[in-house]
């Protein structure tokens, strides 16, 4: 099994889409981690429904986009390889057996095979594109749950910024010209260069222009709504 998926490696558009929970596969020789079905559908283990809007906004820019083939239970990619919760024990009060106590040479093999693979399909995309001169923007897609702890969450679609808001601000005002949606700045989360990995890693590092966008997972659940919220997110990202 590859750690990554890419589409569209040489599309023509300014963007480079990034999609680091696209999946919920744990590799066969992890066996699912101890977890039952149940608990792999659920959001802990990917972000539900942000591979088809990653799928749709590659189509509709021509423009190459890196999706993650393994559950961030295996390995969460847009963490730091310190974090605590980079192969996480629990998540969200789920209790991960196939993560307890770990031995290095378990968390160095998930590092290498899953993280680094990753991580280094997105250099190669980036680093092509550099050499031949083309101007490019990282985006990465995310999804959040419709809820947490109990708490209703009421951004439909959220941007999450750090320092560099060229991008962020104008897309949030986009955002929020389009009829009865609520938008998120920062909230639930922003970005945060001590915590998130991938725009901080692959954008800000190169000071590439980014943007970091979560979806509302109740509004993105089937191919439907997930094309029709790549579209709107197209119409306000250029
Ligand atoms: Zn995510």
């Not at 023509?12 to 744990?26: E, Q």
């Not at 066996?31 to 539900?48: N, Q």
Request: glycine share 6%; aromatic share 6%; with cysteine.
């Amino acid at each position: 099994m590859t750690a990554s998926r890419i589409l569209r490696p040489q599309g023509t558009g300014r963007f480079v889409f990034l999609c680091d929970h696209a999946s919920n596969s744990v590799p066969l020789e992890l066996d699912g981690l101890g977890l039952p079905p149940t608990e792999l559908a659920r959001h802990i283990a990917w972000d539900i429904g942000a591979a088809g809007v990653t799928e749709a906004l590659s189509e509709h820019f021509d423009a190459p986009a890196i999706l993650c083939k393994t559950s961030r239970l295996v390995i969460d990619c847009n963490r730091q390889l310190a974090a605590p919760d980079l192969i996480p024990e629990t998540s969200d009060g789920t209790v991960i057996p196939g993560n307890q106590q770990l031995s290095e040479a378990a968390r160095a093999s998930r590092v290498e095979r899953w993280f680094h693979s990753y991580h280094d399909a997105i250099e190669a995309v980036l680093q092509e594109r550099e050499q031949r001169g083309v101007p490019t923007v990282v985006v990465s897609i995310h999804s959040m749950a419709a809820s947490l702890a109990g708490t209703p969450r009421p951004w439909q679609i959220a941007i999450s910024s750090h320092l560099d808001r060229s991008l962020a601000g104008p897309v949030l005002a986009a955002l929020r010209r389009l009829d009865g949606i609520v938008v998120g700045d920062n909230q639930p989360y922003d970005l945060d260069p001590k915590v998130d990995y991938s725009i901080p890693f692959h954008a800000l590092r190169r000071g590439l222009p980014q943007l970091q966008v979560e979806f509302r997972q109740d509004e993105i659940w089937d191919a439907d709504r997930q094309r029709q919220w790549a579209a709107r997110l197209a119409r306000c990202i250029w």
